[in-house]
């Protein structure tokens, strides 16, 4: 794993929420800053219970979080998968379908429909 890389996605983590080194390790149940500044330098290592807690906490999807691959933080009350099937079932309509779902929502969200 590299610690360098591993420690700029804690940092965005952090960042993201607008908390210093210090809250943020706060958040994690006392994690000193000192800690903190040491995994966003890559100096230290950081164990796999810390980095749970981080995704925990945060909502950060861990293979983001480790890899830096996907979505930094996970789909909010199981959106993720709905969104796939409903860009999956899109995907698969030809155009003037497609033209009719997409004037569906724009109703059913106050907008105008565009012509047919």
């Known amino acids: 794993m590299n610690l360098t890389?591993?420690?700029k996605r804690i940092e965005s983590v952090r960042m993201?929420?607008?908390l210093s080194m210090q809250r943020f390790g706060d958040r994690l149940g006392g994690v000193t800053a000192t800690s903190v500044m040491r995994w966003e330098k890559g100096v230290t290592n950081i164990t796999d219970?810390?980095?749970?807690?981080?995704?925990d906490k945060f909502d950060v999807n861990e293979d983001w979080l480790r890899t830096g691959e996907g979505e930094i933080f996970k789909p909010k009350n199981g959106q993720g998968?709905?969104?796939e099937e409903v860009t999956s079932l899109f995907e698969g309509l030809n155009a003037e379908r497609k033209a009719v779902i997409i004037n569906l929502l724009r109703m059913l969200n106050g907008g105008d429909i565009i012509g047919n």
């Open 5 to 7: 890389a591993l420690g």
């Open 81 to 83: 998968s709905e969104i």
């Open 16 to 18: 993201s929420e607008d």
């Open 49 to 55: 219970r810390s980095i749970n807690l981080i995704c």
